[in-house]
């Protein structure tokens, strides 16, 4: 079996090569209507740049696992802007989609945690829809609309986790067939645990992205060893490879909050249980130190006894 291992968004390694450079809407309202236009573009041409420099730094190093910034476009999503980010750079994301899928990188993104579909106020729905299709955008500009993937968790439990749930199923609905197509469910590390997530991908048909950091400091009633086989099959209809949300804790009394790297010792026993399944799986890790503590990581996993790297960013067991 083989992992691959990537990261998040910004290579620390590489120089001022922020994806995520922002315009505030207070900021916005001070200018003209000249300079309000130069400075929306100005700011999505360096976030793009940026990214586009992030996706040959994981070329060069042989990492076939990114996340995109959700913040490449300011303003995309607020209502008194939204404009039109695609003509202006139909190059720009046509030229990473390229490079993306000429090396067999896995693309996804992460909305935050304000897209939700488990509230009782309709226009928290709407913003949620409107943000998925902002994401959507983005990957149909690159071109990887088909096989890129946008993840998002369950939300908010609001005192009445059942009611919320039930409000989830409902909401979703608002969402267009092709861009729930290409969402994927996580588990948390407060609320919805893995076995509650995975019934609503297996129901929806929505892959169920596992975040082991979150099922140990969120755990089911059934333990994740029995779960994976269940949560690997959700993967199966979009025919892409299972992806695992890997990080490890600050310390005992910050539990939930991410390390700078990934304590190898911390994933011993899930890739132990991976290696007995037998199957592919790609390793997102999400430490501080992004790029630097995914390198590291493959190191680490590459010093195991049986284990052999194959590349900058995979290695076999």
Known sequence: MR???????????????????????????????????????????????????????????????????????????????????????????????????????????????????????????????????YHYDMLQAMGLEKEGTINIHVGGAYGNKELAIERFRENIKLLPE???????????????????????????????????HHEFANPSSISYEELLPRVFATWNDIGIIPKIHISSPLSEKKLRHHADYVDVQFIMEFIKVVMKLGQDVDFMVEAKYKDEAALQLVEDIAKIRGVKRLSGGMVEL
């Open 3 to 133: 992992i691959r291992i990537g990261f998040v968004s910004q290579s620390w390694s590489l120089w001022e090569a922020s994806p995520a450079r922002a315009l505030t809407y207070t900021r916005y309202k001070q200018m003209s209507v000249d300079e309000r236009v130069e400075k929306l573009h100005s700011v999505t041409k360096e976030n793009l740049q940026n990214t586009l420099r992030t996706i040959y730094f994981c070329i060069a190093h042989g990492i076939q696992v990114f996340r995109f910034s959700s913040s490449i476009v300011p303003l995309a999503t607020h209502p008194e802007v939204k404009w039109d980010f695609v003509k202006p750079f139909e190059h720009e994301f046509k030229e990473i989609g390229q490079l993306v899928k000429r090396y067999g990188i896995r693309s996804s993104f992460h909305p935050n945690q304000f897209t939700l579909f488990t509230s009782d106020k309709p226009h928290i729905s709407e913003n949620a829809v409107m943000d998925m299709a």
């Open 178 to 212: 092709n861009i729930k197509q290409r969402m994927t469910l996580e588990n948390d590390d407060k609320t919805y645990t893995t076995e509650e997530t995975l019934i609503l991908c297996e129901e929806l048909g929505v892959p169920l992205a596992f975040d082991y």
